[in-house]
């Protein structure tokens, strides 16, 4: 294949995310070939003729009547993450507009796109689109002389991306992506279903090798400053562009990506004890007593091992169901309590409580300096995913690796009954500031509205702020929808879990950064 000619040619490196590799001849990225020599002649000639141009960015769009339509961007529900569609380059003549469906990752910063090349190779599917920008676009760039190939991790594996120039657009807003359109030539994920690309959103918004090298993110290179994302389970959620400034947002204690103070977790009552993070119990040197990383393109809540077994002796503890279940057993209370969700079919009545009947979880953060504090709620609907029963257990141990019941192989549920999951996993990230960084997936979309602001200005931190109430699909006030809606956050049905429908997507950061 041509992907295996060319590592012979070419030597990438593999480094860590959005790090640069080592300088790489020019070749052409979106115009397949079946002739592996006439891609090198191709190469050769596009690094000579090929010229950078500045193009004028397209900023905000101001056409339309209807401005929430030209700033807001249906979310689509895929189970494990939510995407967003991305109009890609300029149309040549009669040339198709290119459109893509990519995850809505505020816990990246790159705008990613797959190129063709990566499907001609066999290294993406050819049942995804894909990009093609010469003859396809009229404002596609390649950068004069080298094309720059960078190596980017994930938790499913690695992609190698080549960095160019276009116009991206998303919803009624455009921006021109100069050498920051991240197009994908080569794709190691053990991902299934559709991977068509992200568009990061990230606070860091660019990321550096040297002093100079710099690829900017889609907020940057729009003059985008405020954002929200909120989640629905059976309609389109909502990712909105130039919102309004939210009135006590928390800052960010976080330099590489959006972070807050993580003050700990009550099981069952706002007031109760704290099972982890307690801020009285800070080692000194120490900002807070753990960070907490909002992040859109996770599908769980993500932290330390320890600290997901106490919770989850906690949970059994504040649950009758459990406690009841847990006496005179021998295995621990997590454990019970992982068994017991397991066969929730055989428990959630269709007159019963449902998940309502498992106890709340209360998640305390607060921003720099503990500015802000606010304490958000999770239901038993927010945190259990229902799953398939031949995938459950694969889910779970991938998921929650030694926090995981030992015993949790030989559980076999009724045929056609369903089988919950616990919305978590495991993840060691500790920080020299910090502490442990938890990863708050989707959940919190869709229990609460995540405001984001990257420029409050006077020289403040980037913000974030939790608005609980409907998420409003594109065009729909929120006055419109009743507050008993399946689509208002917190007010779900009581039985229907929601459903796990393809692997949970884990992100992979370097943990010897700080938040």
């Known amino acids: 294949m041509v992907g295996h000619f060319m590592s012979a040619v070419l030597a990438i490196l593999a480094v860590a995310p959005l790090r640069w590799a080592s300088a790489q001849p020019s070749w052409c990225l979106d115009e397949p070939t079946e002739n592996p020599a006439l891609l090198l002649v191709q190469v050769a000639a596009q690094g ?23 700033k807001c961007s249906p979310l689509q529900n895929h189970g494990s993450y939510f995407s967003v569609e991305l109009q890609v380059g300029t149309p040549s003549g009669s040339e198709p507009q290119q459109k893509f469906d990519v995850v809505a990752d505020s816990g990246s910063d790159a705008v990613i796109i797959a190129s063709c090349i990566c499907s001609q190779e066999g290294e993406c599917s050819i049942h995804d689109r894909c990009f093609q920008g010469t003859n396809k676009s009229s404002t596609f760039l390649l950068p004069s002389g080298q094309v720059p190939i960078i ?9 190698e991306a080549a960095v160019t120039t276009d116009v991206v657009k998303v919803g009624g807003t455009a921006a021109t992506m100069e050498e920051s359109l991240l197009l994908m030539v080569d794709r190691r994920l053990d991902i299934q279903g559709t991977f068509e ?32 994302l909120c989640f629905n389970g059976d309609t389109a959620g909502a990712l909105r ?57 996770t599908t769980v809540m993500l932290g330390p091992e320890q600290h997901i077994l106490s919770m989850f002796t906690s949970l059994c503890e504040q649950w009758p169901r459990c406690v009841q279940t847990a006496k005179n ?35 305390h953060f607060a921003g720099a300096n503990g500015e802000n504090p606010q304490t958000i709620e999770f239901g038993g609907w927010a945190y259990i995913f229902e799953s398939d029963g031949g995938e459950a257990e694969m889910h779970r141990t991938s998921l929650l ?16 009954s369903a089988v919950c999951i616990p919305a978590f996993g495991t993840s060691e990230y500790t920080t020299s500031q910090n502490g442990a960084v938890w990863v708050i997936g989707t959940p919190l979309f869709y229990e609460y509205t995540v405001h984001f602001d990257l420029n409050p200005g006077n020289n403040k931190n980037p913000t974030i702020a939790f608005e609980k ?47």
Request: with cysteine; glycine share 10%.
């Open 48 to 70: 000579r003729t090929v010229a950078k141009t500045a193009s004028p960015s397209l900023r905000r769009a101001v056409n339309g009547n209807n401005v929430d339509d030209l």
């Open 151 to 159: 190596s980017m991790e994930f938790g499913s594996g690695t992609i």
């Open 197 to 228: 690309g992200i568009l990061g959103l990230g606070q860091l918004q660019s990321e550096f090798q040297g002093d100079s090298q710099k690829i900017a993110g889609f907020l940057r290179e729009a003059s985008i400053d405020t954002f929200s």
């Open 241 to 297: 562009l130039d919102t309004k400034r939210q009135k006590k947002p928390m800052p960010s204690v976080g330099t590489m990506h959006w972070g807050l103070d993580f003050r700990g977790v009550s099981v069952g009552d706002e007031e109760s004890e704290l099972v982890i993070c307690d801020p009285a119990k800070t080692p000194y040197g120490q900002e807070t007593a753990c960070g907490a990383i909002p992040d859109s393109g």
């Open 329 to 363: 057993r021998p295995e621990p209370k997590a454990e019970v309590f992982q068994e017991l969700l397991h066969y929730c079919g055989e428990w959630m009545e269709p007159d019963g409580t449902g998940l309502d009947e498992l106890p709340s979880l209360f998640f």
């Open 401 to 416: 690796k030694g926090a995981a019941a030992s015993k949790s192989h030989t559980w076999k549920a009724k045929s056609g």
């Open 469 to 515: 109430g409907v998420c409003s699909e594109c065009g729909q006030s929120a006055s419109l929808m009743s507050e008993g809606s399946v689509a208002a956050h917190g007010t779900h049905p009581k039985r229907i879990a929601k459903r796990l429908r393809n692997p949970p997507r884990i992100p992979k950061r370097d943990t010897s950064r700080p938040l």
